[in-house]
């Protein structure tokens, strides 16, 4: 008769949990600390707060503007960030780490205007050339910021290190990101609860989900207040301010990766952005800042 | 649905070349590996007729990721009266003279099978046997199954082969053979999120010795004479069942349609219809009726004024024209997370009037109702 | 009146299928309820298609497969 089994830990600047359905804690307690491993691995590796970080290497080269070869796994992600700036017309930017010096954590005020133009001209995925495994700089003073994707690669990949160990049901849960391993021994679906971008103790919608991921992005979880209003962490390559339109959005796919991605570009999208899921036809739900909600979940009224 | 929109497609194209998002390991779609369940039936007829006491056993066992072994064993002890011929009355109606209260008889089956789950397919084999003084079946059954559209739709296809061998308490020695091939394929449909439906065509081919050696039959001129059947049955059946949960009284209802011919001149159909309930506390209930009418044989009559030319003629009461009308109930308890216990009861109005077409007689009229237990562990 | 049965099972059900929708995995919550499993329990099965095989001339069945039982 299997148990439940939680392995909390923090990374990514996020709480993060796997849990999973074992007959004794023995076997499990090891395969959720090889699993956290390695998002701990990515966390380190991609971190723009390291100085010993894979990242911090490429942007030290990113700010001299010269050129540098990449590992696989950083060449498979940089592969994926290219496709998500193509399908995103040009608004998912890895580039956009350059915004960073105007928008720190201490920032009590707007940037200023002057500083955000020279800024953005450091700013551009089609500034880089791409070439497996070269990455060139094509301007200096250029920086990655991996933000939009390691959290969601890491939680298909803690998923995957724990099935290959032989686990069967349970989840991976990386601030809010979610992979399912299985879904309960009964097969039951996990019911996972979306957070009203507004109300802290209320849902949006709750889905029944027994495999693949759902990822949320919204502007209630990291943001600035300035002068009495909210700004999202999710940076406008184009304008280099902080998007606006949408609250949150969470999107259903098999890879937690793709959801991720696809929730980052619709609130890149802002006030485009429920038009640009239906195209993608994922499911999804979405609510905008006047706290009304569409997308596929939202016609289920369960 | 609409295929995957090409962004989409892009997305997961990038997604599958990064290292370690794809896991190698086999999809294992066993849901309850470790199982056994037990049963008994009681089962009774009418007018000191037969009754039957039935205990089954079935376990499972998992093997590997991907194979289940499958286990079952069957035991059936018959007591009672059966009818062996029909006689005509002295007013003219014909009546049914049965065998002497005291015949007892046991029997005894065992199977063994596997499933092999291997990603969307499954695949059943399994071999039993029965083997006793005057019946001997060795069968083995093969079964396919693929899951499409995300497990919307699944088919299966399916074969079984007996091979019998029948002889008479009274005459012991005198064995004698048939086989039977059955063949189905069949379609499980998701209609939506509340219901499915399944359709499935089934064909059955018998060769050998196909009459009852327990039974005769009265002919005015002659006497007793051996129940005598052709020894080549084909049959076809065909199955339509739909099911729908309506979330208005929180219940599901289950319709079951069953029509089938045979080269015997023999024609049904049946419909069962059941209402099945959730309750608080992990209850299930369910209640329904079942309605089942049949033509006669061509070779039956209730009792014969000569004996026919091709040699062939029964008056078991099976292969009369007759129908009934059943009522079926059961209860289903789930005990913890492991264990389960259902009391199920039918009972069945067999009843001349509600024939098809063909012959028959309603002195073969009788109810009979079987009350099962079955208890279940999951693991 | 056979045929006829037959027939209307057979458009009905090409009805039903052009009809039919994709549930998604995350949309299954109402027929994973257990008064939706298409099919008895094995046991409960193999009873009721015994019992139906031996007072009764037509064929047996209650839905899809079945495969070698063994009856008499």
Redesign the interface.
Known sequence: MPGLYRYPFHAMGSRCEIRLYAESDDETAAIARLAAADVQRLDAKYSSYRDDSVAAAINRVGAGGGAIEVDAETAGLLDYADTCFEQSEGLFDLTSGALREAWGAQCTALPDATLLERLLERVGWDKLLWSRPRLEFGVRGMALDFGGVVKEYAADRAAVICLEAGMKHGLVDLGGDIKIIGPHPDGAPWSVGIQHPRQADAVMATLQVSRGAVATSGDYERYLAIDGKRYCHILSPRTGMPVEGLAGVSVFADECIVAGSATTIAMLMEERGPSWLDEVGLPHVWMDKEQRVGGTYARLDR | ??A??G??A????????????????AD?TS?NPFSA?A?H?E?SESGSRMSVR?N?A?GTLPVTDNVLLVGNY?QDVMSGASPIFNAPGAGGDPHQVLTGASVFDR?E?E?IGGVLFAGDNQF?L?Q???LEND?K?I?????ARRFA????TTF?V?????DDGVSSHDAPHDYRTRIKR?F?A?????????S?????L?Y?YSNGYLSDPYKLVFVQSTGLLPDARPSQRR???????Y?A?V?AID??FQV???????NWG?????L?VQW???LPGEW?V?AGGRL?S?SS?DFYKVVFQTAPGDGLHSSDY??AAFG?MAWLA?V?KQIG??FSV?F?A?R?Y?RYSLRSGGTGFDGDDYL?S?Y?A?L?AQ? | MRRRIGVATAVLALALLSACATVQPWERGTLAKPVMSVDDPPQEKTQKLRTYKAKEGGAAATGVGGGGCGCN
Request: aromatic fraction near 10%; charged fraction near 20%.
């Open positions: 649905m609409a995957i929109s962004k989409l892009a997305l997961t194209a990038a997604a599958m070349a990064l290292p370690g998002v794809h896991t190698r390991a294992l849901p369940e049963s039936l089962y039935v089954q079935t069957i029997r089956a199977d059943t399994r039993g046997w029965s019946y079946s069968w083995t059954s093969i079964e559209n995300q497990k919307n299966a399916g074969a079984a082969f007996n059955d189905f069949g379609v499980t449909q998701i209609i939506n999120e509340r499915l439906f399944e359709v499935s089934a059955s049959q076809f059946a065909l199955t339509g069942k099911l949960y979330p219940s599901a079951v349609e069953s029509l089938s011919t045979d023999l024609r049904s159909g049946a069962e099945k309930k959730e299930l369910s089942y049949q044989a099976r292969m009934s059961s289903t997370r492991n259902q199920s039918e069945s067999r009979w079987f099962l079955t279940r693991f």
